[in-house]
């Protein structure tokens, strides 16, 4: 599987680490596309894949799977592209997606050109549960709380403050570095505008925590995750980077474990 990835920062390293260093998944990353020439040229260099700052360049490669690991405004620039190309697509700012019309249309034109788009549940989980309770209809109320650290959040605080309660739709408008995870709940679930967010800043944390609460038919769900942040970018939990290597270990697996 040739693989090819669109951004030059922390995933976009993590993962060529992973997979060209030490052979973590059933491919390459053979092409990089981004804009900062010498942080893109170095990346080339350390593992041995072409960089690209030509769009249409990097989309003629014969790529398998293309991972955006850029951000939301960076993937409502490429992400049509990628699947009008016939490449199978792996989104990590899911962002980009809160107008859900633009997915659905993404998604006809995957249908349309015989490929996939992946959605990681990056640094969350619980979609499984998501999708299982509202496969009947029945799922009623979704909820999930963010708490991180000044310094992931890029604001200076002295004590716990809520600094966001309302929708995921208004959420990824106001933090779009910081709660993807709010939309790829809201797609799992009960929709941008029903899906609560309430996001803390909390000085005396040093992990990224989501807790997601869920009820509906099928009973109750919490669900609490505290995530090591990474060393290059605090405000990215080492889960989603790992969230999309599992993506692209998976993908042409016969076995599927969960829904
Ligand atoms: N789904 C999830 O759970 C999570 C999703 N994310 C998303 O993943 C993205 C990447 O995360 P990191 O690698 O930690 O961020 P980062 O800030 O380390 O890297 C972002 C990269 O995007 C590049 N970029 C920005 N605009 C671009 C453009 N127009 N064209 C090409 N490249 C462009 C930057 O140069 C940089 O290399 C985040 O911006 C966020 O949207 C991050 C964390 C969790
Ligand atoms: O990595 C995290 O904990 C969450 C995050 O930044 C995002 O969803 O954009």
Same mark, same amino acid.
């Given at each position: 599987?040739n693989?090819?990835?669109i951004?030059t920062?922390?995933?976009?390293?993590?993962l060529l680490?992973?997979?060209? =260093?030490?052979?973590l998944?059933n491919g390459r990353?053979?092409?990089?596309f981004?804009?900062n020439?010498?942080?893109?040229?170095?990346?080339?260099?350390?593992?041995?894949?072409?960089?690209?700052t030509d769009?249409?360049?990097?989309?003629?490669?014969? #790529?398998?799977?293309?991972? *955006?690991?850029? /951000?939301v *405004?960076?993937?409502? @620039?490429?992400v049509?592209?990628?699947?009008a190309?016939k490449?199978d697509?792996?989104?990590?700012?899911?962002?980009?997606f809160?107008?859900? %019309?633009f997915?659905?249309?993404?998604? %006809?034109l995957?249908?349309?050109?015989g490929?996939?788009i992946?959605?990681?549940?990056g640094?969350?989980?619980g979609l499984?549960?998501l999708?299982?309770?509202?496969a009947?209809?029945?799922?009623d109320?979704v909820?999930?709380?963010t708490?991180?650290?000044?310094a992931s959040?890029?604001i200076?605080?002295?004590?716990?403050?809520?600094i966001?309660?309302g929708?995921a739709f208004e959420?990824?408008?106001?933090?779009?570095?910081?709660?993807?995870?709010?939309?790829?709940?809201? @797609?799992?679930?009960?929709?941008?505008e029903?899906t609560?967010v309430r996001?803390?800043?909390?000085?005396?944390i040093e992990?990224?925590? =989501?807790?997601i609460?869920a *009820?509906?038919e099928f009973g109750?769900?919490q #669900?609490?995750v505290?995530n090591?942040?990474?060393?290059?970018?605090?405000? /990215?939990?080492?889960?989603a %980077?790992l969230?999309?290597?599992?993506?692209l270990q998976n993908?042409?697996?016969?076995?599927?474990?969960?829904n």
């Amino acid at each position: 599987m040739n693989i090819g990835i669109i951004g030059t920062g922390n995933i976009a390293s993590y993962l060529l680490e992973q997979i060209n =260093h030490k052979q973590l998944a059933n491919g390459r990353v053979t092409a990089i596309f981004g804009r900062n020439q010498e942080v893109g040229q170095r990346l080339s260099e350390d593992f041995e894949a072409d960089f690209y700052t030509d769009l249409k360049s990097f989309l003629n490669l014969p #790529l398998d799977i293309v991972v *955006e690991a850029a /951000t939301v *405004e960076a993937a409502g @620039i490429y992400v049509k592209d990628v699947v009008a190309s016939k490449k199978d697509l792996v989104v990590s700012s899911i962002g980009v997606f809160k107008n859900i %019309a633009f997915l659905e249309e993404l998604t %006809a034109l995957a249908e349309s050109k015989g490929t996939r788009i992946f959605l990681p549940s990056g640094a969350i989980g619980g979609l499984d549960i998501l999708q299982s309770a509202k496969a009947a209809g029945g799922l009623d109320r979704v909820q999930i709380t963010t708490r991180k650290s000044p310094a992931s959040l890029g604001i200076e605080a002295d004590e716990a403050r809520v600094i966001f309660d309302g929708s995921a739709f208004e959420a990824v408008g106001k933090f779009p570095k910081n709660i993807n995870v709010a939309l790829v709940l809201a @797609i799992a679930g009960i929709g941008v505008e029903k899906t609560k967010v309430r996001i803390i800043v909390d000085p005396d944390i040093e992990q990224n925590s =989501h807790t997601i609460e869920a *009820e509906g038919e099928f009973g109750r769900m919490q #669900l609490q995750v505290e995530n090591n942040p990474m060393p290059s970018n605090p405000k /990215t939990s080492l889960l989603a %980077a790992l969230s999309i290597l599992s993506v692209l270990q998976n993908k042409d697996r016969a076995l599927r474990i969960g829904n």
